[in-house]
C-alpha cells in the first residue's frame, strides 16, 4: 500500500534524551491519524519532524513518496497548527489569514473570507489578533492552518480552549475537508473520547517509542469492548447465538456469557433466546473507552 | 522564494515601524523649512558637501535603524511563533535566510535614499542653491555612498547570521548598535594591534574601511600623520561583497542545521 506520509525509524535525540526512537508510522491518503500519548511522549516532536520544523537525529520521512530534503513545492501542500497557534497578534484575523494565502501563493482575495466565515470569526472584524481569546486564536489557528486546502494537516492539540460548539463546528470541519477533499490529519489530542469519534487510524507513543499502530476498527476490537449475557441455560444460549451468526464469544462462568462482536445486535439477541425459552437475567452492552484502553497499554509498557 | 518574498514584504508594509525613520526624516526637513523660511539663506553649496554630510549619517544613524528594524521582523516570527508556518511551506531552511537578507536589504536602500534625499532637502532649504563645483568627484560620491549601502547590508548580513546561531534579538541589537558606533571593529582593531602592532586591519573591516577611503595615514618619522595613495576602490567594493557572501552562506549553513523551533 502506498502511503502518503512514513516515516522510517525516526529518531530524535536532545543530548542525552531520545525523545523519538525509531518510530516509523504509515498514513494512508485519507487518513485521519490520531496520535495519542502522554505529556511529553514524542507526539510534538514527531509532528514537528514531519512539518519540516525540526530535523531527525536519524531515520527518514517521505511525504507523498519524497524523501525529505527533496520536498520541493510538496512543502506547501502541508498545513499545520502544532504547539501554540503561529499568529501575529498586532494584525487581525483577515490579515493573518491574506499573509499566510501569499506565503503559500494564493491571491485570490475571496479565499481569507472563505476561511473567515469556515472558522467562525468573520465577526472579528477589525480586532487584533493579540485581544483574542484563546477560542478564538485557536480557531484563527486552524484557519492559518487550512490555508490554500492543503493536501495534509497537522493539528496538535486543535480543541484546546475551545467551547463545546467550536469543538463540535472544528469535528465537522475535519470531516467534512476529510470526505470531500480527501484531506488526511494527524491529530493529537489528549481528549481520547473526542478523537475516537473521528480517527480512523491510531499511533500510540510512549517515552518516544510507537507502541501500537492500528486501524480504528481494530482497535475498537481490541478494546475488550463486549455484550455481557447472563441467562439460565448457557450451553443452549451458545447454540442460539451461534445460529445468530455468532462465533467470538466465551463463557466465563455458569450462565454468563460475553460477546466480542456484533455490539448493536443486543436486540436480536434478547429475542433469539426468548424465542428459544431461554430466560435473560441481564444483557449489558460494554464498550472500553479509547482512553480505558490507552492507559492499560500504556500502564503494560510502564510494566 | 517568491512567496515568502510577497509575505514579508507585505508584513514589512503593515509594520508601523518601517515607516518610523522616513517619517522622523519628513519632519526635519518641515521643522527645517519653517524655521529657515524667514531667515536669511547662505550662499551655494557643493554637491560634494552634501554627500559629505550624508556619509556621516549613513554609517551612524541609517545602518543602525536598518539593522534594528530588521532583526525586530525576524524577532516577531520566532516570538509569534509564525515561523512555524514559515518553515512548513519551504522544502529548504535557507530560502527564508535569503528572503530575510533580501528584506533587510530593501530596507536599507529605501532608508539610504530617504537619508539622502533629506540631506539634499536641508540644505537646498539653508543654501540658496546646490551646485557642482567638482563634477569629476560626483561619480566618486556616488559610489562611495553605494559602497556605505553595501556595507549596510554586509553589516545587516553578520547580524542575521548571529541571530540564526543565538536567535536573540537583544543580542542582535547589541551587535548593530556596536557595529554602527565602531566599538566592535574598534576591539577587534585594538586586539590585534596588541598582538602585532605593525598590523593594520582597520582597513579590511566593513565599517573601518570608510576611514581610508581617502587615503591610507601614516606615521612619518616626525611623528605627523600623512595620507598615503588610499587602496583602489574595486578593492573596498570586493571586501564588502566577500563580507556579504560569506555572513549570508554562513547564516544558510546554520539555520539548516538548527530547528525552525
Known sequence: MEYIIETENLTKQYGKKKALDNVSIHVAQGDIYGLIGRNGAGKTTLMKIICGLSRQSGG???IFGK?????????SRRGLLIESP?????YDALTNLTLKCRLIGITDKEEPERLLKMIGLESAGKKKAKHFSLGMKQRLGIGIALAGNPDIVVLDEPINGLDPQGIIEIRDIIMRLNKENGTTFIISSHILDELSKIATKYGIINNGNLIEECLATDLNSRCESRIELVVDKAAAAVNVLEKLGFSDMKVVEDGKIHIFEQFDRTGDISLALAAEGITVFEIVRKLESVENYYLRLVGKESE | MIRILKMEFRRLFKTGCFYAFPAVLAITVLTEWISTSSGEKLGEMDIVDVFGAVFEVVLLMTIAVSGVLSVFLWAQEYKKG????????????????VARLIVGAFIMIINTVFTFLTVLCIASIEHTGIVSKHPELVMDNVSQLLLMCLSGIAVIAFVLMLFEIFRS???????ILMICFNFLEGILCNIVALINPNWEIGRHLLISQFNYINGIPVFDASGEITLQAPDPMWTFWLRT?????????????VSKKKDAV
Open chain 2, 241 to 253: 561583497g566577500i563580507y556579504l557572501i560569506v555572513f549570508l552562506v554562513a547564516a544558510s549553513i
Open chain 1, 60 to 62: 527518514s520521512y517521505s
Open chain 2, 169 to 175: 534579538s537583544a543580542l542582535g541589537y547589541t551587535m
Open chain 1, 86 to 90: 503561529g499568529i501575529f497578534g498586532e
Open chain 1, 67 to 75: 524523501r525529505d530534503g527533496e520536498l520541493g513545492d510538496i512543502a
Open chain 2, 82 to 97: 509564525y515561523i512555524k508556518n514559515i518553515a512548513n511551506t519551504v522544502s529548504g531552511r535557507h530560502i527564508i535566510t
